[in-house]
């Protein structure tokens, strides 16, 4: 069996970022850019030094930390981490506000000050929904500023990257005394997770709430990490922000990996090493038959392992797809049509998790993600949504559950939310996952397997390498990564390995 626990022990016990570590703790500066490779554990310090934010500064009752990040798997990680320090620590979490970023300027900017800032001709916040279906799209800023006046419909911009969520946030605090007085009474800092994915949009927001607001940004990235370029996220404004008043950290140690998949990623950072520095934990060979390469391997795996076989899309690697899954017992982790680009995913998830996975996630994991209080008459409206929905009368469940949240959410979502409810989405929302996936790169970031499957040709587009996809994939294992050397150029990346 493959144990390269002692190495991932040993690697932990000698952090070499300790004291870059207790400078960002101690810090008093009031804008604060951390740049966190892979595996650094982001998460804590982000929690850590917004806890210790809290306890030394003289907060009014109703003022809070907002800690935003992009998906709901990342405000989850976030959650898990504030509730294991609940256990031992004695924490203000009420003073943590986690959220999306459209989330949070939805629910604190744009529905409840859009009439004030645009005037009684516009909808209410609770009036007006927001859509990504292609009927609601537009091309311009007069035409989707139109289309929620007129439609009470909150569309998106025909390219895909552009931002009309956080430009009308923006905007809205522009034209909003009362909006802006709010976010800087009620949130005096804000912690942001995954920059390098920030538009410009995203940028030019956060950038007023510091430079006009007075709000204290603590920034986290990678830029490294930069694989959504496709949808807007430009990595230069995370490289920037050392030019707009922030004092600059760099975590390096990696707490995820063993030793030799840390030594292979500093390889293609410029650090020379050799053959022996990497043999335990990166294997590098061609493979005429690939799946059975892999399924060998798995025989020498322990059976309650993650395994993971990854690739850039699953249209090129659909034969190997289709024999893992076939015959080897691997899931395909296919997308769920309820994306997170759906403004409302946040809440809707939770209840998909209650419907699909009952056992392991209960009524009061959902209050406690959602954020209403556990209260007899709220454990009541749930008992009767997940009655609702078990009679498949869908529409009338989300209505009681809109309510309950105070959300409005659009024709698309509920369409796709049914859409969710289907058998073949249960692995996506069941808490114990599979221990052999299939995965895109992309749907890997922020996630860790044991072992790593891989090939060369996932790692270009158009024959183009692409360096944060490959980042993203070697970083992934904690004991071994096996790659599958089908690229020529992929072969001459590695020439300059000694030995």
């Known amino acids: 069996m493959f144990t390269n626990f002692s190495a991932r022990r040993e690697c932990k016990l000698m952090c070499i970022d300790a004291e870059e570590r207790e400078k960002i703790l101690e810090s008093g500066d009031p804008n604060i850019l951390v740049d966190a490779s892979a595996g650094t554990g982001k998460t804590t310090i982000m929690v850590d030094k917004a806890l210790k934010y809290i306890k030394c500064s003289e907060f009014k009752h109703y003022q809070k930390v907002a800690m935003i990040t992009f998906t709901r798997f990342a405000t989850q990680q976030i959650r898990d981490k504030i509730i294991e320090y609940k256990s031992t620590k004695n924490i203000e979490e009420n003073r943590l506000e986690v959220s999306t970023n459209n989330g949070f300027v939805l629910a604190e900017i744009i529905r409840p000050f859009l009439r004030e800032a645009y005037g009684k001709e516009f909808p209410k916040g609770e009036e007006f929904r927001q859509e990504f279906s292609s009927e609601y799209k537009f091309s311009c800023w007069k035409l989707g500023i139109e289309q929620l006046q007129d439609k009470r419909v909150m569309g998106s911009y025909i390219q895909m990257k ?125 493979h005429i038959d690939w799946p059975k390469f892999i399924s060998q391997e798995l025989q020498n795996i322990a059976s309650d392992a993650t395994v993971v076989y990854l690739v850039n899309s699953p249209r090129n690697f659909h034969r190997t797809i289709e024999k893992l899954e076939s015959d080897y017992g691997f899931t395909y982790m296919e997308d769920p049509p309820l994306s997170t680009e759906y403004p409302n995913h946040d809440v809707l998830l939770p209840l998909l998790l209650l419907y699909h996975d009952g056992n392991n996630y209960n009524s009061f994991d959902l209050f406690n993600e959602i954020g209403v209080q556990t209260l007899q008459r709220h454990q009541g409206i749930i008992d ?52 052999k996936q299939i995965m895109t790169i ?28 490959h980042y993203v994939a070697i970083t992934r294992p904690k004991d071994k990564i096996f790659i599958n050397l089908n690229h020529n150029k992929y072969e001459d990346c590695l020439r300059g390995i000694v030995g």
Request: aromatic share 16%.
């Open 384 to 435: 009767n949504i997940t009655q609702l929905l078990e009679s498949e009368e869908v529409a009338d469940a989300l209505d009681c559950y809109s309510n309950l949240v105070e959300r409005q959410f659009s024709i698309s979502e509920k369409d796709r939310f049914q859409d969710c409810m289907e058998e073949k989405w249960k692995v996506q929302f069941c808490k114990e996952k599979p221990h």
């Open 162 to 286: 552009k931002d009309f969520t956080f430009q009308l946030a923006l905007n809205v605090l522009k034209r909003s005394k009362n909006a802006r007085k709010y976010i800087k009474v009620k949130y005096p800092a804000m912690f942001l997770d995954e920059y390098q994915d920030s538009g410009p949009e995203m940028h030019e927001f956060f950038m007023y709430l510091k430079d006009e607001l007075n709000i204290s940004l603590f920034i986290v990235g990678d830029i490294k990490q930069a694989i959504f370029g496709f949808r807007g996220a430009d990595p230069e404004l995370f490289k920037s922000l050392s030019n707009e008043g922030f004092t600059s950290y760099n975590l390096i140690h990696n707490f995820r990996s063993n030793l030799a998949i840390i030594k292979y990623t500093s390889y293609f950072l410029g650090e020379s090493i050799s053959q022996i520095d990497i043999e335990s934990g990166v294997s590098i060979n061609k």
């Open 442 to 469: 992309h749907k890997s970031k922020g996630l860790d397997f044991d072992f790593v499957f891989v090939d060369a040709k996932s790692f270009y587009f158009s024959n183009v390498f692409q360096e944060q996809n």
